[in-house]
């Protein structure tokens, strides 16, 4: 089975902190994928990748960035930190023909205090 | 733009009833489409997916879902509810080239099981 990984399940930091999110994933998958899930909003896109060193805006990268040096690594950086980028974040991946949808990993909850 | 809306938050049922989740979408073009399912504290586990073809589309966990282009839905439905399925379920359509390769999704919707 293809596998997510998400290094931490939770994660509390401080206002302006610089935050580091990482991802892993061991399919060979091109495509990954950042989203912010909060209640009554659903998943939101932050960000994605086709390949390495290819970056592509979604819906609410502002205060965010990622970084892809390798192809199953894809991390998400948050520059200095708000509250209101407490959230539960989500990384996926599937490769070019994703016919069978999105592997997700097990979700990261960041608390910024 | 696309969307997706799913009008129920919270739905709850006894065990051993049916259920229909809602789904309605809005997309230019054939839409690709999705239900995945979160556990508490999980990630999300797609159930079922829709490309083309036949629109009753059978997925895991004894769940199915129909496309209906002239409604722009794709509901949800499982004809037993069993309390394993308390969970927030999420319907998203596949946009950008190909379909798949940016996905968007409902708000969710909250399933409670009462014994």
């Known amino acids: 089975d293809v596998k997510v990984t998400q290094s931490s399940r939770y994660l509390v930091k401080r206002t302006g902190e610089k935050v580091f999110l990482e991802c892993v994933q061991d399919m060979d998958h091109e495509n990954m994928f950042w989203y912010r899930q909060d209640p009554g909003l659903g998943l939101r896109l932050i960000y994605f990748s086709y390949d390495v060193k290819m970056k592509e805006k979604g819906d609410i990268p502002e205060g965010y960035s990622v970084s892809r040096e390798k192809k199953e690594r894809f991390s998400l950086i948050l520059e200095s930190a708000s509250t209101n980028q407490t959230s539960m974040y989500l990384c996926?991946?599937?490769?070019?023909?994703?016919?069978?949808?999105?592997?997700f990993g097990s979700g990261t909850r960041l608390t910024v205090v | 733009a696309q969307s997706v809306t799913q009008p129920d938050i919270h739905i709850t049922v006894s065990e051993g009833a049916s259920l229909e989740l809602r789904c309605n979408y809005s997309y230019g073009a054939t839409p690709y489409l999705f239900w995945y399912v979160q556990s508490p504290g999980q990630g999300l586990q797609l159930l079922l997916k829709y490309f083309s073809g036949d629109t009753l589309v059978q997925g895991i966990k004894g769940f199915e879902a129909e496309f209906k282009r002239s409604q722009s839905s794709f509901n949800l439905r499982k004809p037993s509810v069993h309390w394993s399925d308390a969970a927030e379920y999420f319907c998203?359509?596949?946009?950008?080239?190909?379909?798949?390769?940016?996905?968007?999704f409902g708000a969710g919707t909250r399933l409670a099981v009462h014994p």
């Open positions: 996926a991946s599937t490769p070019p023909q994703g016919v069978n949808g999105y592997t």
């Open positions: 998203a359509v596949g946009a950008g080239s190909g379909g798949y390769n940016k996905l968007i």
